[in-house]
């Protein structure tokens, strides 16, 4: 099992920035990939962002890119979101997920942390 808390949401004017936060626990050395998603009210959960535990390679939606970053502390078992210029649109849940090792689907998420976008 893995255990994934995400932390750092809020409230933040269009145009700023907030660094989102995931520990990842427990099983860490079996996970391949970390991703990021986000859900607002009345839509569907929609990715936002991923990146390989090893190298570190990154995918991102169409969205999201050239605002957003994802890194991650492979030591601290620690993955991040770098979100800069954010608009009213970018305002949801934000979750992230982990997969295994061989597995395309991604098998543990965290609870989510809001982020909320005024304009």
């Known amino acids: 099992q893995v255990q994934l808390v995400e932390s750092g949401g809020g409230l933040v004017q269009a145009g700023g920035s907030l660094r989102l936060s995931c520990a990842a626990s427990g099983r860490t050395f079996s996970v391949s990939g970390m991703g990021w998603f986000r859900q607002a009210p009345g839509k569907e959960r929609e990715f936002v962002g991923s990146?390989?535990?090893?190298?570190?390679?990154?995918d991102y939606a169409d969205s999201v890119k050239e605002r957003f970053t994802i890194s991650r502390d492979y030591a601290k078992d620690m993955m991040y979101l770098q979100m800069n210029s954010l608009k009213p649109e970018d305002t949801a849940l934000y979750y992230c997920?982990?997969?295994?090792?061989?597995?395309?689907?991604?098998?543990?998420w965290g609870q989510g942390t809001q982020v909320t976008v005024s304009s």
């Open positions: 990146i390989s535990w090893i190298p570190g390679s990154t």
């Open positions: 997920a982990a997969r295994e090792r061989g597995k395309a689907n991604y098998d543990y």
